[in-house]
C-alpha cells in the first residue's frame, strides 16, 4: 500500500528556534566538548526585605548626621582647630572697629590680641559655650588678602550697610569669593538701629529681598549690641559647614607666628619656622609645601609645642615641701624631656619629594638624519615630472603655442585687454572721487577754538598710545566676529612659505592627526602622565583610606622650612598673610593645564590670546600667557583668538600640576596696576597631548562664472602658490564645495570646478590648518595689585552695589 505525501499546499510551520533559552543538552552537543572560560562575576548582591531595607535607610541617615555632629563638635573644641571667622565690610560706611570690638566680648570668654600690620586678628576662648574661635579681618579693596584668607577660612562673615547692602567694592568683591569657592557665611547688618523706628522695619524687608540674589534661603543677623554678638557667636558655632574640594584633600594652616634664622652662607636665604594650627589632612614632613604667593619649599623637621591658646588651662601647684636643689634637678629633668618630645618628625632624604619642576632635555634624543643630495635632486626632478599637463595639439604645434591652446573644458579664459580696461576705469574713478574730494576741502575754513580748562585735565589722564592700542584691539575683534579666521594673502611673501606649517584637513572633525607629531622644545621640559585620570583617583584614594605618619588635625605645630628668601618674613611682617599648603605626589612638576572659562559680563575689555594674565588656580597665584580655544568633545579643537562672552573657552597654559576639583580665576594688571577679573572657572585636565589647532581661511572672489566651473582671483598672487594648493580642497560661504583645476596665467588666477553653480555673490574660501602651543612665560611671582578705588571700579563693574 502506498505512503501518502504531502502536496505543495502543505502547511510548512516554523522551526523552533533553541536561542538562550535552550536545554543544558542542546548546548553540549552544538560546544562539541569544548567548555568556556571561567569568568569572575562580581559579588551577588543580597536581596533584603523591606523592614531590612528601612532598617539598613535609618541606619545610614544616622551615620551621616553623627558624621556632621562630629565635624562640628571637632571644629573650635579642645581637640580641634579653632573655628576660624574672616569678617569682611562689604560697604565703605560699616566701621570695622567698632564690629571687632563687640565681637570681643570679655564677658563671653578670654580675649587673646594679636596684631598682624593692618588685620586685626584675635583669639576668643569661650569654655561655656566648649568654643574657641579665631576671627581675622580683611578689607575688601585688598585682594589678595581677601581671596587668599577665604581659601582657609571656616567660616566667612559679611557685614552689610542697612540701606544699601554693599556698595560696587563690595560686589567686585563678592564676585572674586563666589568664583573661587565661598565656604560657609554668615550676613549681618551692622548699624540698623540707628535709623528711626518706622523705617527699621522696611529697611529689614528691602535688604532681605535684595540679598536673596546672592545669598538665597540665608537669614539677616543684627550687630549693634553685645546681646546681639553673643547671638551671633551662637549661629557661628551651630552653623552646618561647607567644604572646599581643593583643600579637604590638602593639610593647610595659617600662620599665627613666624621666625626666620638666616643661613651663615648667604643672609637673603634662611630657614623659616611657621607656627600654627593643621586643617584638612595630616601633615606629612616629607611631602613639600607650597606658600601662597612665594613658591615650593622643603621641610626639615615638625615640632609640636605646647598650644598658646588652650580652652581649659591646666593649674599647676608650687610644691613648697621640696628641697630648692631637688625641685632645679627635677625641673632640668622635665625640661630636657620636653624638649625632647617636642620634635614630632624629621624629614627622611630617602622618602622627601624633590623640588624638581622640569625634565632636563636631552639634545640627542630627538636626533633625525637629514637628506642627502641625491634624495633631494631626485625630489626635485619628481615633482617637475608630476607638474607636466598632457594635452590634446594639432600635429606640428611647438610647446610655445601649446601653452596657449585650453582644453576642451577650459572655455572661461580671461581676456588681459577686458581685464586692464576695468583696472583702468576704476583707477580714474578714484584719482577723480580724490580731486572733487580736495575742491570740497578748499571750500571751508579751518578755525581753532579754545577748550576748557576741565577739558585740558582730563586729557591730561589719557595716555593717547593706550588708547590708539586698544582701539586697534577692538577692530581686531569686531573683524574677527565679522570674517572669523580670515586672512589677506601678502603680495610681497609667497603663499607657500608664509603659510608652509599649515596643511589642509578634508574634515576638521575626522581627519587624522598625530599629537605627538612637531612638538616644540618646551614639551621636553614638562611632565605627562601616562593616564591622569587612574592617576589622580589613586591618589584620592590613598589618600581616604591610607594612614599617614605626621602631625594630625588640630594639633598646634612648627614647620621648619629650609632654603626661604627673607622677602617672605618682610611680606608677613607688613601685614599680609601667611598661608601654606601641603602639596600632593607630582604637584610641583610642570606640564600643559586646561581650564574651562566663561567671560565675567562686568568686564568688556578685549581680551586677545598670548596675552599676560594673572591666574588663580586652586591655591596657586601665578603669570603666564594662555592659549583659547573651543570647548568640545573631539580630539582637535580650534583656538580662538579673542576670549569671547557668548561660550565656554578652554585656556590651556604651563603650569604646575594641580588635581582638579580647583576653582579659576583670571586677571588682568592695568596700566594703574589694579587688577580686573576677566574670567571664572575651573581646571578641568592635565593633558598635554591636547591639541588646539589654529585655522586660517584664504579667501578668493569668482571673477567668471560658468555652470559648475568658474575663474577664481585674489586668493593667490602667482602660478606656484596655486600649484602648491591645488591638492587642497575649497568652499564657498554659501556651502558650495570644489577643486583647483589647473592655474591660469602668472597672476595667481585659477580655475575651479564646483559642485553646483555658483553666485557672483558668493566667496570662495580655502582652510588651513596648523597646531599652536602656549607661551612659556609662567611666572610665580605675581606683584601686589593697587587697593581698588571706587571710580576705577564702577568703569569695570556697570552694575555698582544693590537695585
Request: net charge neutral; aromatic share 8%.
Amino acid at each position: 500500500m502506498a505512503a501518502h505525501r504531502p502536496g505543495p499546499l502543505k502547511q510548512q510551520n516554523k522551526a523552533h528556534k533553541g536561542g538562550r533559552h535552550r536545554g543544558r543538552g542542546s548546548a553540549q552537543r552544538d560546544g562539541k566538548g569544548r567548555l568556556a572560560l571561567k569568568t569572575l562575576s562580581k559579588k551577588v548582591r543580597k536581596e533584603l526585605s523591606r523592614v531590612d531595607q528601612r532598617h539598613r535607610a535609618s541606619q545610614l541617615r544616622k551615620q551621616k548626621k553623627e558624621a556632621v555632629l562630629a565635624e562640628k563638635r571637632q571644629l573650635g573644641s579642645k581637640d580641634g582647630p579653632p573655628h576660624q571667622v574672616l569678617v569682611v565690610p562689604l560697604h565703605n560706611r560699616i566701621s570695622l572697629p567698632e564690629a571687632i570690638q563687640l565681637l570681643q566680648d570679655r564677658d563671653t570668654g578670654r580675649v587673646h590680641l594679636n596684631e598682624l600690620g593692618n588685620t586685626h586678628s584675635f583669639m576668643l576662648l569661650c569654655p561655656r559655650l566648649k568654643h574657641r574661635w579665631f576671627f581675622t579681618s580683611a578689607r575688601p579693596g585688598d585682594l589678595h588678602t581677601v581671596l587668599d584668607m577665604a581659601k582657609v577660612a571656616d567660616t566667612v562673615l559679611f557685614l552689610l550697610d542697612p540701606l544699601e547692602g554693599w556698595d560696587s567694592t563690595g560686589d567686585y568683591c563678592l564676585s572674586c569669593l563666589f568664583a573661587q569657592g565661598l565656604p560657609t557665611y554668615t550676613l549681618a547688618v551692622q548699624g540698623i538701629s540707628g535709623l528711626p523706628l518706622k523705617k527699621q522695619i522696611d529697611a529689614r524687608k528691602k535688604l532681605s529681598k535684595a540679598v536673596e540674589k546672592r545669598f538665597p534661603d540665608n537669614k539677616l543677623l543684627l550687630l549693634d549690641t553685645q546681646q546681639e554678638a553673643g547671638m551671633l557667636l551662637r549661629q557661628l558655632a551651630n552653623q552646618k559647614q561647607q567644604h572646599l574640594a581643593f583643600r579637604d584633600r590638602r593639610a593647610y594652616l595659617f600662620a599665627h607666628a613666624v621666625d626666620f634664622v638666616p643661613s651663615e652662607e648667604n643672609n637673603l636665604v634662611g630657614n623659616l619656622k611657621i607656627s600654627g594650627y593643621v586643617r584638612g589632612q595630616t601633615l606629612n614632613v616629607n611631602r613639600l609645601l607650597h606658600i601662597v604667593g612665594h613658591g615650593d619649599f622643603q621641610m626639615k623637621q615638625i615640632d609640636a609645642p605646647v598650644d598658646p591658646f588652650p580652652l581649659n588651662p591646666r593649674v599647676i601647684k608650687s610644691q613648697k615641701d621640696l628641697d630648692m636643689a631637688m625641685e632645679i634637678c627635677a625641673t632640668d629633668t622635665v625640661d630636657d624631656m620636653e624638649e625632647d618630645l617636642k620634635v614630632l618628625m624629621k624629614a627622611d632624604p630617602d622618602k622627601q619629594e624633590s623640588l624638581q619642576t622640569e625634565v632636563i632635555p636631552d639634545p640627542m634624543e630627538g636626533e633625525q638624519t637629514w637628506p642627502t643630495e641625491e634624495e633631494l635632486s631626485e625630489a626635485k626632478d619628481f615633482l617637475k615630472d608630476s607638474s607636466k599637463v598632457i594635452k590634446k595639439v594639432p600635429k606640428g604645434t611647438s610647446s610655445y603655442q601649446a601653452e596657449w591652446i585650453l582644453d576642451s573644458g577650459s572655455q572661461s579664459g580671461v581676456e588681459g585687454d577686458e581685464y586692464d580696461d576695468v583696472e583702468h576705469e576704476d583707477f580714474m574713478e578714484e584719482e577723480s572721487q580724490d580731486e572733487s574730494s580736495e575742491e570740497e576741502e578748499e571750500e571751508y575754513e579751518t578755525m581753532t577754538i579754545e577748550e576748557s580748562v576741565r577739558d585740558d585735565l582730563y586729557d591730561k589722564k589719557v595716555d593717547e598710545e593706550a588708547e590708539a592700542k586698544m582701539l586697534e584691539k577692538y577692530k581686531q575683534e569686531r573683524l574677527e566676529e565679522m570674517f572669523p579666521d580670515e586672512v589677506d594673502t601678502p603680495r610681497d611673501v609667497a603663499a607657500r612659505i608664509r603659510f608652509q606649517k599649515y596643511r589642509g584637513l578634508k574634515s576638521f572633525r575626522t581627519s587624522p592627526w598625530d599629537p605627538k607629531e612637531n612638538l616644540p622644545q618646551e614639551y621636553a621640559r614638562i611632565f605627562q602622565f601616562q593616564n591622569f585620570t587612574n592617576s589622580r583617583k589613586s591618589i584620592f584614594k590613598e589618600i581616604e583610606e591610607k594612614e599617614v605618619e605626621g602631625a594630625e588635625v588640630g594639633w598646634y605645630v612648627t614647620i621648619h622650612v629650609s632654603e626661604v628668601p627673607v622677602s617672605v618674613v618682610e611680606h608677613f611682617r607688613q601685614g599680609a598673610p601667611l598661608i601654606a599648603f601641603s602639596l600632593l605626589p607630582h604637584e610641583q612638576k610642570m606640564s600643559v593645564l586646561n581650564m574651562v572659562v566663561r567671560r565675567d559680563p562686568g568686564n568688556t575689555e578685549p581680551v586677545k590670546a598670548k596675552e599676560e594674565l594673572i591666574f588663580h588656580c586652586g591655591f596657586r597665584r601665578f603669570r603666564a600667557s594662555p592659549l583659547f580655544s573651543q570647548h568640545t568633545a573631539a580630539d582637535k579643537h580650534k583656538f580662538q583668538r579673542f576670549l569671547t562672552a557668548d561660550m565656554a573657552l578652554v585656556v590651556t597654559v604651563y603650569a604646575p600640576i594641580t588635581f582638579p576639583p580647583a576653582s579659576v580665576l583670571l586677571f588682568k594688571q592695568k596700566s594703574n596696576g589694579m587688577h580686573s577679573l576677566i574670567a571664572t572657572g575651573h581646571l578641568m585636565s592635565v593633558d598635554p597631548d591636547r591639541m588646539v589647532i589654529k585655522r586660517v581661511v584664504l579667501s578668493g572672489h569668482p571673477f567668471k562664472i560658468f555652470t559648475k566651473m568658474a575663474v577664481v582671483r585674489y586668493m593667490f598672487f602667482n602660478r606656484e602658490d596655486v600649484l602648491w594648493f591645488k591638492p587642497v580642497e575649497l568652499r564657498t560661504k554659501w556651502g558650495r564645495r570644489g577643486h583647483i583645476k589647473e592655474p591660469l596665467g602668472t597672476h595667481g588666477h585659477m580655475k575651479c570646478s564646483f559642485d553646483g553653480k555658483l553666485k557672483s555673490q558668493d566667496t570662495v574660501l580655502m582652510n588651513l590648518y596648523k597646531r599652536v602651543f602656549p607661551k612659556w612665560t609662567y611666572d610665580p611671582y605675581v606683584p601686589e595689585p593697587v587697593p581698588w578705588v571706587k571710580s576705577e571700579i564702577s568703569s569695570t563693574v556697570p552694575q555698582g552695589g544693590m537695585e
